[in-house]
């Protein structure tokens, strides 16, 4: 069955600091995808990065980024020079069989950036 | 696109009453999904949609929930009887399946009481 991990339940820093947010998953399949989201304080769920599991290259996206390491089943994200409006629950998700039905979400990292 | 519309955004209702929640998903996207918020469980996957099919129901709580996806553009979910656990904030998404991830809608925070 699968299964997301996300051991940090709440995590807070000082604006401009660098954090990552670590994600752990279980599956059996070989072919899976693995994402990220972040739901502001507003509410909304907000899609960040998908990422299949063949592909095992770091993506960077402004200040985030994302490491995928199949050898340790993680899929970590960081957050560089962290700002007061990346606070947030982020949401590490994974969907089996290569296609994208059943996102499986896991509990969220409440990430405080304090000012 | 005005993205996937939920309505109504807030329903207080009392226990017993029937509860409906809508949906209008994203022009085009042939996946919909209706999730559950809650801060015990957090996001759970009640029920998806593949063109207007149900796929997956196994996430459906109990008999007291249902859902219907009458046409490509229009999606309901309804609780009868609600109660008090019931109290949630349920999301709506779709999907076109091509690597774009889902694409939620603002939810519906739903009190029974």
């Known amino acids: 069955a699968q299964k997301v991990t996300q051991a940090q339940t709440e995590i807070s820093v000082v604006e401009k600091e660098d954090v990552t947010l670590d994600c752990v998953y279980e599956?059996?399949?070989?072919?899976?995808?693995l994402f990220w989201y972040k739901q502001p304080p507003s509410g909304e769920l907000v899609f960040l990065i998908r990422r299949n599991s063949f592909d095992e290259q770091n993506e960077i996206s402004g200040r985030y980024s994302w490491n995928f390491q199949k050898s340790t089943s993680s899929f970590n994200f960081t957050i560089t020079a962290s700002q007061v409006v990346d606070s947030a629950v982020y949401f590490c998700a994974l969907s089996e069989n290569g296609i994208d039905d059943k996102i499986i979400f896991g509990k969220g990292t409440r990430l405080h950036i304090l000012p | 696109d005005a993205g996937v519309i939920q309505s109504p955004r807030h329903e207080v209702t009392e226990m017993g009453q029937e509860v409906t929640l809508r949906c209008k998903p994203i022009s085009g996207h042939d996946y919909l999904f209706w999730y559950r918020q809650t801060m015990m469980r957090g996001l759970e996957l009640l029920i998806y949609f593949n063109n207007n099919v149900p796929i997956d129901d196994s996430g459906m709580p109990e008999d007291r929930f249902s859902a219907k996806m009458p046409n490509a553009s229009f999606s309901t979910l309804k609780i009868q009887p609600s109660e008090p656990r019931d109290s949630a904030v349920y999301f709506c998404?779709?999907?076109?399946?091509?690597?774009?991830?889902?694409?939620f809608g603002s939810g519906t925070r739903l009190t029974v009481v």
């Open positions: 599956t059996r399949d070989t072919t899976y995808y």
């Open positions: 998404a779709s999907s076109d399946s091509r690597g774009t991830g889902y694409t």
